[in-house]
């Protein structure tokens, strides 16, 4: 039998869905994962011109993601004080919702062709990892901080919850790719993804009246008479 998140997933259309167990999808990770881009409508303070990267995870029947586009003024040296390896870090840490961001809940997304162990697999090699000992190593690692990012907090929706904030609007899918997810501009990516999922109509305006167009058959003459 299928798990609740997976036939939750099914019924919407919105997510892809995240059928498969962790150990098959390394063997065949996904080239895309899923995106939740905010509608142009959306006014909730906390995902206003947000955009979600789905994780393929079940807390208790619950869809889980983060926002990938909003840098916090929090920095990452800050969100572990107890490591002293990361107290030269200058990095910033992103706000990913709003659920325990108050208790910096924390978690990370990073690409790696070698996953630490307590890491899951989101899509091709990028992964996500909620293990505080993880996060620290891999922030420490100047090789790996081109393609880390550390958030506090989380979104999540229960499914029902989700179907009708899409079904309302306020939510459109993409597929995401790891150039979405590690953008170096990332306040500009909600603006770029909402015009690819939902275009503005192009409106050609006529005009109501053209104006006569005269013309001469008399030559211009040059020089004096």
Known sequence: MRTFLASAILLFGLIPAFTRTVAQKTQNAETHGQLLVAGRDLSD?????SVVLMLPINEDRLLVGLIINKPSKILVRDVFPDSPALQKLDAKAYFGGPVDAEVVARSAIFRTKSPPKNATLVFGDVYVSFDPDTIAALAANPQQASTLRVFVGRAQWGAA???????????????????????????????TLIDRADPRPVVQATPRFLPPVFTSSRQPSIGAD
């Open 45 to 49: 303070p906390f995902f206003r011109e």
């Open 161 to 191: 919850q989700l179907e009708n904030e899409a079904a309302s609007g306020a939510w459109h899918s993409l597929p995401a790719t790891a150039d979405s997810v590690f953008n170096a501009y990332p306040e500009n990516l909600w603006h």
